[in-house]
């Protein structure tokens, strides 16, 4: 992994969807640290459960270093909104961060850029890490428009994050014809996204593009993870699928390790 070089930690993420229920997680929870061994000692690991099993998963990684992540928040602290949950609902239960613009959320859940517009910046001032998905269609990308989505969702989901938070936020480019398909990007393609979306960021701060950690998400798998892992722009991966057996997820980790 590039830590050597860029200066950046590598960052692996677990994306579980909407799979596990509490018990479920709490076994998982117990076969991912024995299989993990000390390869999260040279990686920043987080895990994301649906709502019902983060106090669970708090509870079942506490002192072990792994970070629980919310797989999504409104971006106000109360008030009538049914069926949400709130930056300080999330805090209490001891969550570190929280998925914020996951593609099936914006195609299922009608998520748009405009409302990560306010959750981006509610998560930080809230103490929460947010991480930020971005990504094109497959469409957007054979028509040539990949760089203008991805521009349009940089723009929106940070525009209201000062140049000296940006670092605090985490992004993780996500093609959507990669996600849950098999069809992984190839390296190549993820390190030109990837170091298109860091030059995007270097127009707001060249600092906070240097340090600000971008993740590589999609059908990523041990088999193709070293090849994507060793770009250099490229700081971890938001996994979804293989998060969910715990010795691929370990894998991956160690992968990340180098
Ligand atoms: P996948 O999902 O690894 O199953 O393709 C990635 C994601 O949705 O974050």
């Known amino acids: 992994m590039p830590e050597a070089t860029s200066g950046r930690r590598p960052y692996m993420v677990g994306n579980w969807k909407m799979h596990?229920?509490?018990?479920?997680?709490?076994?998982?929870?117990?076969?991912?640290?024995?299989?993990?061994?000390?390869?999260?000692?040279?990686?920043?690991?987080?895990?994301?459960?649906?709502?019902?099993?983060?106090?669970?998963?708090?509870?079942?990684?506490?002192?072990?270093?792994?970070?629980?992540?919310?797989?999504?928040?409104?971006?106000?602290?109360?008030?009538?909104?049914?069926?949400?949950?709130?930056?300080?609902?999330?805090?209490?239960?001891?969550?570190?961060g929280v998925v914020l613009g996951h593609s099936e959320r914006r195609r299922d859940q009608c998520e748009t850029d405009r409302s990560l517009c306010e959750k981006v910046p509610a998560a930080l001032d809230a103490g929460l890490e947010p991480i930020l998905c971005v990504g094109e269609s497959e469409e957007e990308r054979d028509e040539g428009e990949m760089e203008r989505r991805l521009r349009h969702q940089i723009q929106e989901g940070l525009q209201q994050v000062p140049a000296e938070r940006l670092a605090e936020v985490t992004?993780?480019?996500?093609?959507?014809?990669?996600?849950?398909?098999?069809?992984?990007?190839?390296?190549?393609?993820?390190?030109?996204?990837?170091?298109?979306?860091?030059?995007?960021?270097?127009?707001?701060?060249?600092?906070?593009?240097?340090?600000?950690?971008?993740?590589?998400?999609?059908?990523?798998?041990?088999?193709?993870?070293?090849?994507?892992?060793?770009?250099?722009?490229?700081?971890g991966a938001l996994v979804g699928g293989a998060s969910t057996d715990a010795s691929d997820f370990a894998e991956l980790v160690a992968a990340a390790a180098g």
């Open 20 to 96: 596990k229920t509490v018990a479920e997680a709490r076994e998982f929870l117990q076969e991912l640290l024995s299989s993990l061994g000390d390869a999260g000692d040279d990686v920043d690991v987080g895990v994301c459960p649906p709502y019902i099993a983060l106090a669970a998963t708090v509870e079942e990684l506490d002192g072990t270093g792994v970070g629980v992540f919310a797989q999504n928040m409104s971006a106000a602290r109360d008030g009538a909104e049914t069926g949400e949950v709130s930056a300080p609902m999330l805090l209490e239960l001891g969550v570190r």
């Open 171 to 235: 992004i993780a480019y996500e093609p959507v014809w990669a996600i849950g398909t098999g069809r992984s990007a190839s390296p190549e393609q993820a390190q030109e996204a990837i170091a298109f979306l860091r030059a995007l960021l270097g127009d707001r701060s060249s600092e906070a593009a240097e340090r600000v950690r971008i993740l590589y998400g999609g059908s990523i798998k041990p088999d193709n993870a070293a090849d994507i892992l060793g770009q250099p722009d490229v700081d």
